[in-house]
């Protein structure tokens, strides 16, 4: 495949690259003059992380530290590491990442690995490795859902990802397709992106003001295989788009987003629900995922397809099997009218409504900032290792906001704003 200097693929827009790279730095994150920057990559997302550096020290960054992955590297784990080595994970560079956040350091992911990396490895490997991983990154992970810092995540198309997602296509078609998928959810496909992520933030705001304004008891879900009452946790704030971290920086988590989100109780999530479309989780691919909740806990749990992992997920912690966040995404979002499944949890989440197991966002409380972890858990905040997002919405989804005293009020329908 051809390239150009920068080693960027040929059929990947310098242009619209570079803007994406700006976005991270100037919407994504704001990033502010003297303010450092921990940045993880994939190497394959090189071309563009090498932009999103320049851009950083342009807008003045301290210090840029990034951290590379590889997929060959991590294959080649799975392939001839020891037994024992799956039960081990790097605790000391998540304590130092932990540390740097402490001292207001942002936060940039640079995703695009091969979605099914892993899909041919042993899955209890997977599993150990991930549980591993999970409870070694928590202490820089409570930093990032506790919203302490501004964070941002973006992505970029790598060719073993464009393959999943273009099967057929030749190599360099597949990952043109890709970039301008990606450049098209980002915002990143027209004259003015920053103009642009400024009125979507505005129109996300709104909706958030709406749903706070009303402040649900409880959403209730159906549609097929799904009818799911997820009661909110007490004192519970809406969020989208642009929000204000503890550290005073506006940002914009991810991009692409089109969602507004909550956090769910722990203990007040009753009925069933099917996923609407596959999950990509570290490298395996869970399909057809129908749950059954009692209590807040996941008491069944099914999948066509990546069962024997979801099973150990569901098992990583007393946390894993209940509810840290609810989102609220019209099924007329533009990556869902793309049509394309991405396998990519950054751009699927934002096609659908969607659910994520695990660790709550404490930002999503009025006055989180101010609470403590124990207030977060009475008022029914969830805490675990993990966070995993799942899609479950669809043009086929009523959606219902239940008052305290029973009453209803439509709030989607046929996965459209009501």
């Not at 296509?169 to 990952?175: F, K, R, S």
């Not at 004192?235 to 692409?256: D, F, L, Q, R």
Request: net charge negative.
């Amino acid at each position: 495949m051809t390239t150009h200097s920068r080693g960027v693929s040929a059929t990947i827009d310098p242009v619209k690259l570079d803007r994406l790279a700006e976005v991270a730095i100037k919407v994504g994150l704001q990033l502010q003059p003297g303010q450092d920057l921990v940045l993880t990559s994939s190497i394959a997302a090189l071309p563009l992380t090498r932009r999103i550096v320049e851009h950083a020290y342009k807008a003045g960054a301290g210090l840029v530290t990034p951290i590379f992955n590889d997929d060959e590297i991590t294959l080649a784990r799975f392939r001839h590491g020891a037994d024992a080595g799956f039960d081990r994970a790097a605790g000391w560079l998540y304590e130092g990442m932990a540390k740097a956040f402490s001292n207001n350091a942002a936060r940039l992911a640079v995703r695009g690995e091969d979605p099914s990396l892993l899909s041919s490895q042993d899955p209890a490997k997977v599993a150990r490795a991930n549980k591993a991983n999970s409870m070694a990154y928590q202490p820089a992970l409570e930093k990032i859902t506790g919203f302490d810092i501004n964070w941002n995540i973006v992505a970029y198309p790598d060719l073993a990802w464009a393959r999943q997602v273009f099967p057929g296509e030749p190599d360099d078609v597949a990952v043109a397709k890709l970039a301008d998928a990606i450049f098209a959810a980002s915002r990143v496909d027209v004259e003015d992106p920053i103009g642009n992520w400024k009125a979507h933030n505005a129109a996300l705001a709104e909706r958030t003001k709406w749903l706070n304004g009303h402040n649900f008891h409880a959403l209730h879900f159906t549609g097929p295989g799904t009818d799911l009452t997820v009661g909110l946790a007490e004192g519970h704030e809406w969020m989208g788009g642009a929000s204000t971290a503890k550290n005073g920086i506006t940002c914009n988590p991810n991009i692409p987003t089109e969602e507004v989100f909550t956090t769910p109780h722990a203990r007040r999530v009753e009925g069933h629900v099917s996923s609407t479309k596959p999950l990509s989780y570290q490298g395996t691919l869970i399909d057809e995922i129908s749950v059954r909740f009692e209590g807040g806990r996941i008491v069944e749990a099914k999948a066509s397809k990546g069962e024997d992992v979801l099973k150990k997920v569901l098992d990583t912690d007393e946390g894993a099997r209940r509810l840290g966040e609810v989102a609220l995404v019209p099924h007329s979002s533009p990556i869902s009218k793309s049509g394309l499944l991405f396998f990519n949890t950054l751009f699927d989440e934002n096609a659908a409504c969607h659910i994520a197991l695990g660790q709550c966002y404490s930002k999503c409380f009025v006055n989180g900032a101010s609470l403590s972890q124990d207030e977060i858990a009475q008022r029914g905040g969830n805490k675990s290792f993990i966070h995993i997002d799942w899609m479950i919405g669809s043009g086929k989804i009523d959606i219902d906001g239940v008052a305290k005293d029973g009453s209803r009020m439509p709030v989607m329908r046929k996965g459209e704003w009501a």
